[in-house]
């Protein structure tokens, strides 16, 4: 793809913008860059680019920005539906993502990862397996690094191991992944899609352009995600407890056993795990999938299965007061997320949940909410709907911010109980992502536990 001289519009300023930007320049473009924002809050961006050649169009998107370019590249929180980014579609101007500006330049295998849950700790684990094969692996997309900022830092990288949002694969168009994994499908982002389809439609188009010397990953125990088996031409197998006799990989109470796509069996202990729950032992089968097709030996796979710790603000043991556990799921964005996280409890639960609306069904939650929480602290802008939801099934009560609802979760709570944040919502009504989130729950926790010590 030859930039020099070419006219491109970056959309949206934040970090994968930025980093498009650097890129974009590097090869010879004349870039412009578009942000509805202000100048204020945009600060910290515009520092970073400031010494770069490249105009700022801010405060607004304006049409005739769109339209004098030969191509333009959407961060992920720029949906392709955006009034000026369909006029310029619609004028024969190629839109994409950074993901697919990103494809157009690697020459490495990319294993993708993909779904609405699970992704992040995949994703991760996939790497940690790979690297302690001995086999060198950039990480990023959706985490960590964008995947543009490691085109020229490649290398000697045998694989890029990449997660990836339904926003990111909305622009993609000659993306190919050489293995693509579809963790499971459940209620998200319909704040941004018109309905449910349109977003599993769009977490779908991971499976674009695969070949037959491509492989694909899929949940056998999600159904909408089997659905997508005649999409693709790559080879396909699979994980869950579904799988039984099928090429793939499924677990009995502690063990996985695998069958790979010459029939080779193995088994492998989960007794080591530090990862809890349903949906961990999900992403450690889609996992071990991967590295077995990447030719990992059973003893490294299972090694690093053993060492693999967890994530922070994914079911992430903060630690014991009195006797009551405390888990921070801060990345518990949707209802899907929240449901395995209380499944993963026998102990009486006191969950604390709520913050920004992303126009999903509570529905789901009833009957684990009735059977697992004790205590059902609702907090942000979504506490009033999740109340009428829940409402006589368990006691509840509302509060205006987290470090109120972390003190009444350890006033209510006894020995025994387990204190979980799973918000099932977005933090932006009151934090800047749900990073941000989880480490203040875990700072209020600190500082009650530290004031329990001056008393």
Known sequence: MDLENKKVLVVGLGKTGVASIQFLLSRGAEVVATDIKTTEELAGPLKKIEQLKVKVDIDGHRDETFLNNDLIVVSPGVPLTLGPVKKAIDSGIEVISEIELAYRYVKKPIIAVTGTNGKTTTTTLIAKILEHSGKKVFLGGNIGFPLISCVDELGDKEYI?????????????????????????????????????????????????????????????????????????????????????????????????????????????LLKTKLKGKQNCQNIMAAVMAAKICGCSKGDIQEAIDKFSGLEHRMEFVGEVEQVDYYNDSKATNVGAVIPALASFREPVILIAGGRDKGLDFEPLKDLVQEKVKLLILLGEAKEKIFRVMENLTEISLVSSLDEAVILAKKKARPKDVVLLSPGCASFDMFSGYEARGRFFKKQLMVLVEDGKKN
């Open 161 to 269: 191991v990449a997660e990836l949002s339904s926003f990111q694969l909305e622009g993609v168009s000659r993306f190919r992944a050489h293995i693509s994994i579809i963790l499971n499908f459940s209620e998200d982002h319909l704040d941004r899609y018109e309905n449910f389809q349109e977003y599993v439609e769009a977490k779908s188009r991971i499976l674009l352009n695969q070949q037959s010397s491509d492989y694909a990953i899929f949940n056998a125990d999600d159904q909408l995600v089997l659905g997508l088996e005649g999409r693709t031409e790559a080879g396909v197998c699979f994980f869950g407890e579904k799988n039984r006799g099928k090429t793939g990989i499924y677990g009995e109470k502690d063990v996985l056993f695998y069958r790979g796509f010459t029939g080779v069996k193995e088994e492998f202990s």
